[in-house]
């Protein structure tokens, strides 16, 4: 069974920086491609940064390029998002996945509850 933990978020002034982890277990997290998405109230959940298996290759919507880096460690099966100058429309539920193409964070397949991120004016 494949399972998980996203965590990391919390309530930050802007400005503000957050580290999210997502621990996986029960799939070969080395090989799969994943990625960050997040999703406000009252709006579609969206990519955000997604990384390939070997780190290699990462996306990132334009919202949050040179504000977020993604990375990934494939001894731990979890995966990271250093979000840095965080804005109050960063502010939405996180969730980690895997994804069938780096580029564009294709094809989603979600496992976690996701981790809240708050980010007060």
């Known amino acids: 069974q494949v399972q998980a933990v996203e965590s990391g978020g919390g309530l930050v002034q802007a400005g503000g920086s957050l580290r999210l982890s997502c621990t996986t277990s029960g799939l070969t997290f080395a090989y799969i491609t994943m990625g960050w998405f997040r999703q406000a109230p009252g709006k579609e959940r969206e990519g955000v940064s997604c990384?390939?298996?070997?780190?290699?290759?990462?996306y990132y919507a334009d919202s949050v390029k040179g504000r977020f880096t993604i990375s990934r460690d494939n001894a731990k099966n979890t995966l990271y998002l250093q979000m840095n100058s965080l804005k109050p429309e960063d502010t939405a539920m996180y969730y980690c996945?895997?994804?069938?193409?780096?580029?564009?964070?294709?094809?989603?397949?979600?496992w976690g509850q996701g981790t809240q991120v708050t980010v007060s004016s």
């Open positions: 990384i390939s298996s070997s780190g290699v290759s990462t």
């Open positions: 996945a895997a994804v069938a193409s780096t580029a564009g964070c294709l094809r989603p397949t979600y």
